[in-house]
C-alpha cells in the first residue's frame, strides 16, 4: 500500500517561499507519475503540479512561472519549491501517486493529511 507524508507546510508572508516534500513509498515511484493538489478554504481540491517518470512537468496556471515540482528518485521523494507566495496559495496541500493517460493526470494513492500553507497579506 502506498504511503504519503507530506511535509514542509507553515505560515509565510506573501512574497515568500516555501518548499514541501513528499515521502512516497511502497511503490515503484520511479515508474511512475506524481503530482501535487491543493484545497483552498471553502474550495474544491484542485492540481496544482504534476510531473511523469521522465521529469516532464505541467502546472495549473495561476502559479505557473513561481511552483516548480521536482523529484529525487533516489530517495522516493517529490519536492514542490513554492516563489513569490500569495495569499490565494493559501490551502492545505496533498501530494499523491498516480499515472498518466494521455495528457491527463489520475491519482492512485490514497489521500494524506496534507500540509497547510498560510500566505498572509
Known amino acids: 500500500q502506498v504511503q504519503l507524508t507530506e511535509s514542509g507546510g507553515g505560515l509565510v508572508q506573501s512574497g515568500e517561499s516555501l518548499t514541501l516534500s513528499c515521502g512516497i513509498s511502497a511503490y515503484k515511484f520511479t515508474a511512475n507519475a506524481a503530482g501535487w493538489y491543493r484545497q483552498p478554504p471553502g474550495k474544491q481540491r484542485e492540481l496544482v503540479a504534476t510531473?511523469?517518470?521522465?521529469?516532464?512537468?505541467n502546472y495549473l496556471d495561476s502559479v505557473e512561472g513561481r511552483f516548480f515540482i521536482s523529484r529525487d528518485n533516489t530517495k522516493d521523494t517529490v519536492y514542490l519549491q513554492m516563489n513569490s507566495l500569495k495569499p490565494e496559495d493559501t490551502a492545505v496541500y496533498y501530494c499523491?501517486?498516480?499515472?498518466?493517460?494521455?495528457?491527463?493526470?489520475?491519482?492512485?494513492?490514497?489521500w494524506g493529511d496534507g500540509t497547510q500553507v498560510t500566505v498572509s497579506s
Open positions: 510531473i511523469n517518470p521522465g521529469g516532464r512537468t
Open positions: 499523491t501517486a498516480g499515472t498518466f493517460m494521455g495528457a491527463h493526470y489520475y491519482p492512485n494513492s490514497k
